[in-house]
């Protein structure tokens, strides 16, 4: 369990195990299915590449009738803009009257995540919210309310478990840390 992996250039070791995550996701799902019991059929709306792990474990926890598909922010440089833009891309199911909960892997300072709830508003949902395996509570910046965080951390930067270190890392089964 103390062994270091190494991705690309830095040193990785375990900061939460397998089954530290397990408990985290069984955890989360129990609030998901007493929150969404009654509700008409919910759209999980996985963010990736990130979420694919997450959402995958989540699902097998949820015991109501729901449906499950993708999203994708991808980046792009605006032209003559300063900063990064994102644009939301393989949004296929209307959204009008639904109940939407998007899975995301982490919520850092939050700008992705505001950028696309406010994307998925423009359709009219009955509801959105946000179910994220990692928060990170000391840079979270921004004010739409993250209601399902599985997995409060630090400002560390962490793979596994479907997060990557410049792509590589997504396949681990526990998540590291990068060692200084
Ligand atoms: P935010 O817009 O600052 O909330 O950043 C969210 C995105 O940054 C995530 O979806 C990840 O792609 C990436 N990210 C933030 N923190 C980490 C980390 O510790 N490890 C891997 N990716 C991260
Ligand atoms: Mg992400």
């Known amino acids: 369990m103390d062994e270091t992996i190494k991705l690309h250039d830095r040193q990785f070791k375990v900061l939460i195990p397998a089954a530290r995550i397990d408990e985290a996701v069984t955890d989360v799902a129990r609030r998901i299915n ?22 995958s474990d989540l ?15 991808a980046s792009y ?14 949004l296929n199911n209307d959204l009008a009257g639904r109940h939407v909960v998007i899975v995301e892997d ?13 994307e998925l508003e423009r359709h009219r949902p ?20 993250v209601r399902y965080r599985a997995l409060e951390i630090g ?5 596994g478990y479907g997060l990557d270190y410049n792509q590589l890392g997504r396949n681990l089964k526990d998540v590291y840390v990068v060692t200084e």
């Open 34 to 55: 007493s929150d969404y019991a009654a509700r008409e059929t919910p759209l999980f709306l996985g963010v990736l590449n990130g979420s694919f792990m997450f959402l």
């Open 155 to 159: 400002n560390e930067f962490i793979v």
């Open 126 to 145: 009955a509801s959105i919210e946000i179910c994220t395996l990692f928060f990170k509570p000391a840079s979270y910046a921004r004010t739409i309310p």
């Open 77 to 90: 440089e605006g032209t003559g803009s300063t900063g990064e833009v994102k644009n939301l891309i393989g």
């Open 59 to 73: 699902m097998k926890k949820i015991e109501f009738n729901c449906e499950l598909s993708f999203v994708k922010l």
């Open 106 to 118: 982490i919520v850092d300072t939050g700008g992705s995540i505001e950028h696309m709830v406010r």
